[in-house]
């Protein structure tokens, strides 16, 4: 092993050579760009167009697979699956993960901790005062705006996923990941850097997403706005028990009138522009995508594996009437079928690749479509918990008024009563199943996960081998040490 070649990539040796493929479907001055495949170290960051390229390359490292793109997902859905979800590929890096049984040599893991602070450390480079001096005030804003918004929210998820749940009350001394806000541009920048603890983690995200949400406008095209950092605030403070704080961002969003519930459930996903529900989703299309999530979800003539396989024990917790419990069986199928057949949140696998005849959601079922990260579903669902936990009013909805709007789009029978802390967080399950949010969901409201209780060592990634090897300053995760 080359600990020194190591020790470079863990501390971020970049050399500002990114893929700045250029989204085909925007004309926006921002997206004007000539497209590059790459930018010379030398010349990177001296003109403003250039700048803005590395931008768009900030947010193409951000939709990898690694991170965002699904792993982020698959690490909450699969370590929080008991009944719900089976894992029936041949892939070993999922089948660890979702046996709560990670080996600190899982890709998977490495991988997603290399490509986080890749993409932290271009927006450490994006943030440098001498780079946004070369810009007018206005793309100055923008940028630093968009910069912080992604570096606050990989720093979010990382904290989540590498160290113990967030305790509301509490210190919070457990150790998260390191905090890096200077750039690594030379060989010379590399230095060693231990983890910080989970309590300033979560103090920079915050920042970070304040800032954003206070530079950014409410409009920015295919990018961050001032909507998407308050969703992720949002997000954030539900998660760290600070409940009015996350009722009033989520409301903020819900109340700017920008956003509308899509017709039905299905809708919002698998869309190739912009659909009226996305907050914030990553660009897709032929030329330029990340299709994990369909590889793993999905099970169609073309499109994905079928690895994901939904059981029947959960379709039935739905209503009759549930739109986002419907079943389009096998005999309504044929295996020509893609995605634009499916009519049903559920469907009978078809694909031929390898796992057809399970169930598969329908919400990752097409390649080329847009990732929807951020919808507005999660809004009213978070402004509901969060006034419900701290017996607030923020917004012009209750709780169960807020629960019913996303019933109502459902199909589902509304509440008739006043909504139980159940009924909200059932109803949350329903809504945002296969999107990433299990797993924190059940830390916070401090559930077991099968056996494990919700602060078990396993239920968090280990520290990746490699990194402990190339860094001193590094402690590893405790119930990996004995393994």
């Not at 030398?42 to 939709?63: E, H, M, Q, V």
């Not at 990898?64 to 041949?90: H, K, M, P, Q, V």
């Not at 399950?429 to 797993?439: A, I, P, S, V």
Request: proline share 4%; aromatic share 10%; with cysteine.
């Amino acid at each position: 092993m080359n600990i020194m070649k190591n020790k470079i990539s863990y501390k971020l040796f970049w050399l500002l050579i990114f893929p700045v493929l250029i989204y085909q479907n925007s004309c926006t001055e921002k997206l004007d760009l000539l497209p590059k495949q790459s930018i010379d170290a030398s010349t990177a960051l001296t003109t403003p167009d250039n700048i803005k390229a590395t931008l768009i390359g900030a947010y193409l490292s951000a939709r990898s697979s690694r991170i965002f793109g699904s792993r982020f997902n698959e690490y909450s859905e699969l370590l929080a699956a008991t009944t719900d979800l089976r894992f029936i590929g041949s892939y070993s890096q999922p089948r660890d993960i979702i046996n709560k049984s990670i080996s600190v040599t899982n890709s998977y893991v490495e991988d997603t901790w290399i490509r986080a602070y890749d993409l932290i450390n271009i927006c450490n480079i994006l943030l440098d005062p001498e780079i946004l001096a070369i810009l007018d005030s206005d793309d100055a804003k923008t940028v630093e705006g968009e910069a912080k918004f992604l570096r606050g929210w990989v720093y979010f998820e990382m904290a989540r996923l590498y160290g113990l749940p967030y305790e509301p009350g509490q210190t919070n001394s457990q150790l998260g990941v390191p905090i890096i806000l200077t750039p690594t541009k030379d060989v010379s920048d590399a230095i060693d850097v231990a983890r910080n603890t989970v309590e300033e983690v979560y103090d920079r995200a915050i920042s970070d997403l304040n800032d954003a949400k206070t530079l950014l406008s409410e409009t920015n095209d295919v990018y961050a706005t001032t909507y998407a950092a308050s969703a992720i605030l949002a997000r954030l403070h539900l998660q760290t028990g600070d409940f009015a704080t996350a009722a009033t961002e989520a409301s903020r969003v819900i109340e700017s009138g920008m956003y509308a519930l899509t017709t039905i459930p299905l809708g919002a996903f698998n869309n190739t522009g912009a659909s009226s529900e996305d907050i914030f989703a990553f660009q897709n299309n032929v030329a330029s995508n990340t299709n994990w999530l369909t590889v793993m979800y999905a099970s169609l003539n073309g499109m994905g594996r079928g690895d994901y396989d939904i059981q029947q024990v959960f379709l039935d917790t739905f209503d009759p009437l549930d739109l986002r419990g419907m079943y389009q069986g096998d005999s309504e199928m044929e295996e020509s079928y893609t995605i634009a057949n499916i009519t049903k949140m559920y469907y009978f696998g078809v694909g031929q690749l390898l796992n057809s005849g399970g169930i598969n959601t329908s919400k990752w079922g097409d390649y080329y479509a847009n990732i929807p990260m951020i919808r507005l579903a999660e809004m009213y669902l978070i402004r509901s918990e969060a006034n419900f936990e701290a017996a607030s009013a923020v917004g012009p909805n209750t709780p169960t008024q807020d629960i019913n709007v996303i019933r109502a789009r459902s199909l589902a029978p509304a509440i008739a009563g006043i909504v139980t802390q159940a009924e909200i967080r059932q109803e949350r399950y329903w809504e945002l199943c296969w999107e990433g949010h299990r797993l924190h969901d059940l830390k916070r409201w401090n559930l077991n996960i099968g056996t494990d209780p919700y602060n078990a060592g396993n239920l968090i990634l280990p520290i990746p081998f490699r990194e402990m090897e190339a860094n001193d300053l590094l402690v590893q995760n405790a119930w990996y040490t004995s393994k």
